[in-house]
Protein backbone atom coordinates (compact mmCIF):
# COMPACT_ATOMS: atom_id res chain seq x y z
CA UNK A 1 0.00 0.00 0.00
CA UNK A 2 1.33 3.17 -0.72
CA UNK A 3 1.89 6.29 1.25
CA UNK A 4 -0.17 8.44 -0.18
CA UNK A 5 -3.64 5.45 0.13
CA UNK A 6 -2.55 5.20 3.77
CA UNK A 7 -2.89 9.37 4.40
CA UNK A 8 -6.32 9.18 2.91
CA UNK A 9 -7.56 5.91 4.81
CA UNK A 10 -5.96 8.03 7.84
CA UNK A 11 -8.01 11.08 6.74
CA UNK A 12 -11.35 9.44 6.39
CA UNK A 13 -10.98 7.40 9.62
CA UNK A 14 -10.28 10.61 11.00
CA UNK A 15 -13.37 12.45 9.81
CA UNK A 16 -15.40 9.73 10.17
CA UNK A 17 -14.20 10.02 14.04
CA UNK A 18 -14.62 13.63 14.28
CA UNK A 19 -17.93 13.88 12.80
CA UNK A 20 -19.19 11.22 15.55
CA UNK A 21 -21.87 13.85 16.85
CA UNK A 22 -23.48 13.57 13.48
CA UNK A 23 -27.12 11.60 13.24
CA UNK A 24 -26.41 10.37 9.61
CA UNK A 25 -22.22 9.76 10.19
CA UNK A 26 -21.54 7.62 7.09
CA UNK A 27 -23.59 10.39 5.18
CA UNK A 28 -21.68 13.54 7.25
CA UNK A 29 -18.94 11.76 6.33
CA UNK A 30 -18.94 11.12 2.64
CA UNK A 31 -20.17 15.21 2.35
CA UNK A 32 -17.02 16.20 3.81
CA UNK A 33 -14.71 14.24 1.46
CA UNK A 34 -17.44 15.13 -1.55
CA UNK A 35 -16.95 18.87 -0.65
CA UNK A 36 -13.21 18.99 0.54
CA UNK A 37 -11.30 16.37 -1.31
CA UNK A 38 -9.42 16.33 -4.52
CA UNK A 39 -10.97 14.32 -7.60
CA UNK A 40 -8.33 12.52 -7.35
CA UNK A 41 -7.99 11.79 -3.19
CA UNK A 42 -11.38 10.63 -4.15
CA UNK A 43 -10.80 8.19 -6.99
CA UNK A 44 -8.00 6.94 -4.99
CA UNK A 45 -10.16 6.27 -2.11
CA UNK A 46 -13.01 4.37 -4.55
CA UNK A 47 -10.01 2.37 -5.29
CA UNK A 48 -9.04 1.30 -2.18
CA UNK A 49 -9.90 -2.64 -1.33
CA UNK A 50 -8.37 -3.24 2.24
CA UNK A 51 -9.93 -3.14 5.12
CA UNK A 52 -8.03 -0.15 7.41
CA UNK A 53 -10.94 1.57 6.76
CA UNK A 54 -13.47 2.37 9.78
CA UNK A 55 -17.10 0.80 9.55
CA UNK A 56 -18.27 4.58 9.13
CA UNK A 57 -15.33 5.73 6.50
CA UNK A 58 -16.12 2.65 4.36
CA UNK A 59 -19.59 3.21 4.19
CA UNK A 60 -18.83 7.09 3.28
CA UNK A 61 -16.79 5.49 0.32
CA UNK A 62 -19.69 3.11 -0.54
CA UNK A 63 -22.04 6.30 -0.58
CA UNK A 64 -19.52 8.59 -2.38
CA UNK A 65 -19.05 5.94 -4.85
CA UNK A 66 -23.01 5.52 -5.47
CA UNK A 67 -23.37 9.33 -6.28
Do not use: C
Not at 19 to 39: K, Q
Amino acid sequence: MSDTTQTLIRMANQIAANLAHEPALAEATAEHIHLFWDPRMKAAIRAYEGGALSPVASEAIRLLSDA
